[in-house]
């Protein structure tokens, strides 16, 4: 692996108290200081990418926005990526999509051929499970390749906010399954 190998990772959440964003982070930290991945982590905000709603009157007229275009370079510049997907009535929530959707119009290649880690999080008992399944399935289409997926339901029994840790050993385990995964894809 490159020593200076980027790994970007977010929450495809724009809740600033996103539990899928402790996850996308826990993820990365595992990744260089449990695993010991020679890697840098890039933590990213979807708030920091607001826009308006896709239309393309307002493509047609003003071009793609410029967080759109940073958003999808900040991909570019990454050896490897960490999302987890916040569950919004089934699916992808508004704030992630709309960037998502704005990013394809610059290359339906969204992802650029990154190995992906896709995580999912909620309070709830199936962890966003059919949120992760769409993103799952989907990756490939838009140049991104999963390594592995994990969704982690009942969050709070799950995850350690004193520690900032999955508390459970199982779910622990797979996360590292995962990432031993993401590690051998980036070299
Ligand atoms: C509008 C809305 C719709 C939701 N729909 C779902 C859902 O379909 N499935 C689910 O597991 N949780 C659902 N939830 C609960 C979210 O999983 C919960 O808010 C979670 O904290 C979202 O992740 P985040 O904290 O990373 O934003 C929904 C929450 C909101 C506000």
């Known amino acids: 692996m490159p020593d200076n190998a980027t790994v970007l990772v977010f929450a495809a959440s724009n809740s600033t108290a996103s539990i899928n964003k402790l996850l996308a982070v826990h993820a990365g930290n595992v990744l260089k200081h449990t695993l010991a991945a ?42 490897g990526l960490i999302i987890s997907y916040a569950e919004h009535n089934g699916s992808y929530t508004a704030a992630y999509k709309n960037i998502f959707d704005w990013c394809s119009r610059i290359n339906a290649k969204v992802f650029q051929n990154k190995p ?18 769409t993103a799952v399935d989907a990756a490939a289409f838009f140049g991104g390749e999963v390594k592995g997926s994990l969704s982690v339901g009942l969050f709070e029994q799950h995850f350690d906010r004193e520690t900032d840790q999955l508390s459970d050993p199982e779910l622990a385990a797979s996360l590292r399954t995962v990432l031993l995964a993401l590690q051998s894809a980036l070299g």
């Open 38 to 79: 020679p890697v840098e982590i890039d933590v990213l905000d979807l708030n920091d990418f607001e826009m308006p709603i896709y239309s393309p009157e307002r493509e047609k007229a003003h071009g793609i926005p410029q967080p759109a275009q940073d958003f999808f370079a900040r991909i570019g510049a990454a050896d």
């Open 116 to 133: 992906i880690v896709a995580l999912s999080a909620s309070p709830g008992r199936r962890g966003g499970a059919t949120v992760l399944k």
